[in-house]
T-cell receptor, first 113, second 114 residues
Framework: SQKIEQNSEALNIQEGKTATLTCNYTNYSPAYLQWYRQDPGRGPVFLLLIRENEKEKRKERLKVTFDTTLKQSLFHITASQPADSATYLCALPGYSSASKIIFGSGTRLSIRP | DAEITQSPRHKITETGRQVTLACHQTWNHNNMFWYRQDLGHGLRLIHYSYGVQDTNKGEVSDGYSVSRSNTEDLPLTLESAASSQTSVYFC?????????????FGPGTRLTVL
């Protein structure tokens, strides 16, 4: 079955630095990959989608890469701010049905002032 | 503005009781989903629906049921609540059968089964 792996350990970085989060997946070649942000006590919020034929996608201070050979996506936040502190989830379409989304367990990011 | 709401936000119940969690969306989305989120497991799919009268089982569907009588609502029922069903439950919706569009999540329901 398909598996999504995100670093379960929290990532703590200094404000102003670039945060890089990793999402690895196995047993599957998805047509796209999504990233979501989740704040404590709230539901996830969609951030970005990157398709398999796109190497990189940007949105303001966010950058996502998608390496289908390595089966890996990297999520970067440049010029990080304390307000970026949250849990970030990567998600893939289900193998049996693209309308289902399978989520990774997320990486908690803390930005210290 | 369109939104997706869940009620109640918090619920405490006893083992063996039937519990229904409500989910209502005004996005007019065809697709609706129920997830549970537990530490160490992330979001796990319980049930989902691609339209009125359509329901499908997800990876952790045992002990849960859903029904879809209209586009806006997908209530989740725990037939006989168990302590293992203590969790945070999220409802979500999306507009495309191909799933390329993002999922919109509700605020969640925190359920405690004593």
């Amino acid at each position: 079955s398909q598996k999504i792996e995100q670093n379960s350990e929290a990532l703590n970085i200094q404000e102003g630095k670039t945060a890089t989060l990793t999402c690895n997946y196995t047993n599957y070649s998805p047509a796209y990959l999504q990233w979501y942000r989740q704040d404590p006590g709230r539901g996830p919020v969609f951030l970005l989608l990157i398709r398999e034929n796109e190497k990189e996608k940007r949105k303001e201070r966010l950058k996502v890469t998608f390496d289908t050979t390595l089966k890996q996506s990297l999520f970067h936040i440049t010029a990080s701010q304390p307000a970026d502190s949250a849990t970030y989830l990567c998600a893939l379409p289900g193998y049996s049905s693209a309308s289902k989304i399978i989520f990774g367990s997320g990486t908690r990011l803390s930005i210290r002032p | 503005d369109a939104e997706i709401t869940q009620s109640p936000r918090h619920k405490i119940t006893e083992t063996g009781r039937q519990v229904t969690l409500a989910c209502h969306q005004t996005w007019n989305h065809n697709n609706m989903f129920w997830y549970r989120q537990d530490l160490g497991h992330g979001l796990r799919l319980i049930h989902y629906s691609y339209g009125v009268q359509d329901t499908n089982k997800g990876e952790v569907s045992d002990g849960y049921s859903v029904s879809r009588s209209n586009t806006e609502d997908l209530p989740l029922t725990l037939e006989s609540a168990a302590s293992s069903q203590t969790s945070v439950y999220f409802c979500a919706s999306s507009e495309s059968y191909r799933g390329l569009n993002e999922q919109f999540f509700g605020p969640g329901t925190r359920l405690t089964v004593l």
